[in-house]
């Protein structure tokens, strides 16, 4: 049974950081790409980051490129979310997938096969 859990989400002030983790159970971590995702209220799914199996290479939207950085510890089963400099329009449902698709195109949910049940993160102005 495959598992993705989250952790790290809470309340942070505008201009803080925050590290979300992403711990993979049931799948060899190694042979997925993985991303993360969010979701605000009233909103639809935004793709955050992605990175490919060996994390040698990673994708970001413009909305968070320079500030968030994902990374992957393959021995340990387990992906992160680095968060700086929030801002409050990052509130959301963070949450985590895996995909065995091409790692480079892997921007969209349906690419992604398992998911996590997600963790909050609010950023207060």
């Known amino acids: 049974q495959v598992q993705l859990v989250e952790s790290g989400g809470g309340l942070v002030q505008a201009g803080g950081s925050l590290r979300l983790s992403c711990a993979a159970a049931g799948l060899t971590f190694s042979s997925y790409c993985m991303g993360w995702f969010r979701q605000a209220p009233g909103k639809e799914r935004e793709f955050v980051a992605a990175i490919s199996r060996s994390g040698g290479s990673t994708r970001y939207p413009d909305s968070v490129k320079g500030r968030f950085t994902i990374s992957r510890d393959n021995a340990k089963n387990t992906g992160y979310l680095q968060m700086n400099s929030l801002k409050p329009e990052d509130t959301a449902v963070y949450s985590c997938?895996?995909?065995?698709?091409?790692?480079?195109?892997?921007?969209?949910?349906?690419?992604?096969?398992?998911w996590g049940q997600g963790t909050q993160v609010t950023v207060s102005s």
């Open positions: 997938a895996a995909s065995s698709n091409n790692c480079y195109y892997a921007i969209r949910a349906a690419d992604y096969g398992y």
